[in-house]
């Protein structure tokens, strides 16, 4: 006979759902990732100059986004491509957050890094080539700030589900998966969208989860599909990347939407949400955890 899921799963018992639990809603600035709204990170691939920054920030949340992203510590498939500006771009994102009111997501690489960047970021992003490090993890778990964990590219779903249930076992509750693409045979894209797994993810699991359609395509043209799918799949939100210029673009440049194109996106995405909304108010409501805000050590400085 058939394992049910959480016999299959059962090495990693909190991270899914339970008569006690069937809904996590992470708690960030004045919103939430994982209650009824859906929310949409977006930005750019890296922080590169502030009139990069502050014009994206101001267009994508004029268009919906919630959450401003962008990379100030950059992990490169080449050790020669920039890397990212570091403290400089995270003071930039703080900037950012005062001007828009968005708030940020940005990746955090190393466990030295955690105290600065959890000073200045409202959720700290662990990357695909991060998500096995469980000291990384155990250290941005034990800053108290969300994390938002994406998938590694060669990860299976249990491999996913350890590294969240090293987070909840590091004291933090606010986990956010995300489904950013893996590596399979196929080459045509940069990667395969697994959107099996988003769906999977909702059906077992209780914590938010996203998706990076950027990342999964590696092609703009192909980003407003991937992200309708996503919403399709039962996804709480996307991480989507956006730049003035994708054309002169420090990273990411191909996957990347200009302004325009994001608008559409946003635009195209409403039908889709509209449907969601109706999901929502026809589903039976189960125990949702309403967790404590994380509290931010310091104000950061612009
Ligand atoms: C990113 O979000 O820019 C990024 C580097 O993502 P990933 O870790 O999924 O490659
Ligand atoms: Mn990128």
Known sequence: MCKSWNERFAETPDV?????RQQTVVPVLDFEVGGDDFVTMAGPCSVETEFQLL??????????????????????????????????GLKMLARAREESGLAIVTEVMSEDDVPMVAEYADILQIGTRNMENYSLLEAAAQSGRPILLKRGMVATVAELLRSAQVILDAGNPNVILCERGIRTF??????????AIIALLKQISHLPVIAD????AGHRDLVPALSRIAVAAGADGLLVEVHPNPAKAWSDGDQSLDFAEFDDMMAALNPYLALRELGLTTREAGPTMRNAAGTRPMEAVG
């Open 16 to 20: 899914l759902k339970s008569a006690e």
């Open 213 to 216: 359609p950027s990342h999964a």
């Open 55 to 88: 014009a994206t920030a101001n267009r994508v949340r004029k268009a919906g986004a919630r959450i401003l992203r962008g990379g100030a510590f950059k992990p490169r498939s080449s050790p020669y491509a920039f890397q990212g500006l570091g403290l400089e």
């Open 186 to 195: 196929e080459t045509a894209l940069r990667n395969t969208f697994d959107v």
